[in-house]
C-alpha cells in the first residue's frame, strides 16, 4: 500500500475590523486571514504544523496587505500635515513682513488672504495677535527657523512654505533683489531641490537660482 502524505498551506480568517484600504482610498471592512501548515494524510488536513503568516484582506476590493497597513491613519497624517504647515507657512509669512521693520494692518490682510488662498482657510484675530508677537520675539532668521522645522514637512509641504513667502515677498506688487536674495537662501532651509525651487520661482515669475 502506498501512504502519500505531505504538508499544505490552509487560510482560515483570524479576526476582522474596519481599516484604510491603499486600493480603495476609503475605509472598508477587513478580514485578517492566518495561514498554517497543515500535515496531510492522503490529501486530508490532519492536524496543523504551526503558524505561516498573516496577511489582511479587503473585504470589498479582496486585495491583501501586509499587517502594517492596519497603523495607517490617513485622517490623523492629514491633520498632522496640516498642523505642521500652518504653523511653518504662518511664522515664515510674519517674519517676512517684519524683515524690513514693523508690519501694518494692510500688511497683515496680505498675508492672512495669501495665507487663506493657499491654506483654503482663515487665520482667527486670535491666532494673527499670537503668531505676530511670537514672530517678534523669535530673533532667528527665516532660513535658520526653516532648517529647524524642514524635516517635519513633506514635499508638499515646503512648497507651500515657499511659495508663503514668495507671496508675503510680492503683496506690494514688486519683488527687489533683496527679497529674492532671501526667497532663494530659503530653498536649502527647506532642502528643495534646485530644479523644484526653480520651477517654483519661474511659476511666480522670479529669477531662477
Not at 47 to 68: D, H, I, Q, S, W
Request: aromatic share 10%.
Amino acid at each position: 500500500m502506498i501512504l502519500i502524505w505531505g504538508t499544505k498551506g490552509r487560510t482560515s480568517a483570524a479576526g476582522e475590523g474596519e481599516f484604510y484600504c491603499p486600493d480603495c482610498s476609503t475605509r472598508h471592512n477587513y478580514t485578517l486571514q492566518e495561514v498554517k501548515r497543515w500535515f496531510t494524510f492522503f490529501f486530508i488536513p490532519i492536524f496543523p504544523m504551526g503558524k505561516l503568516g498573516e496577511y489582511v484582506e479587503c473585504n470589498t476590493c479582496k486585495a491583501t496587505y501586509n499587517e502594517r497597513v492596519l497603523q495607517m491613519d490617513p485622517d490623523r497624517a492629514r491633520a498632522e500635515f496640516e498642523a505642521a504647515f500652518s504653523v511653518a507657512a504662518k511664522r515664515v509669512m510674519f517674519k517676512m513682513a517684519l524683515a524690513d521693520g514693523d508690519i501694518d494692518e494692510a500688511e497683515i490682510t496680505q498675508i492672512t488672504q495669501a495665507f487663506s488662498n493657499i491654506a483654503k482657510r482663515e487665520i482667527s484675530e486670535g491666532d494673527i495677535a499670537a503668531e505676530l508677537e511670537t514672530a517678534r520675539a523669535d530673533t532667528s532668521s527665516i532660513a535658520d527657523y526653516l532648517r529647524a522645522v524642514a524635516p517635519g514637512l513633506n514635499d508638499t509641504g515646503k512648497e507651500l512654505v515657499m511659495r508663503s513667502a514668495i507671496a508675503v515677498a510680492k503683496a506690494d506688487g514688486h519683488v527687489d533683489d533683496s527679497e529674492v536674495a532671501e526667497l532663494h537662501a530659503l530653498v536649502p532651509a527647506l532642502d528643495l531641490p534646485r530644479p523644484y525651487a526653480n520651477g517654483i520661482f519661474a511659476e511666480e515669475g522670479l529669477r531662477p537660482i
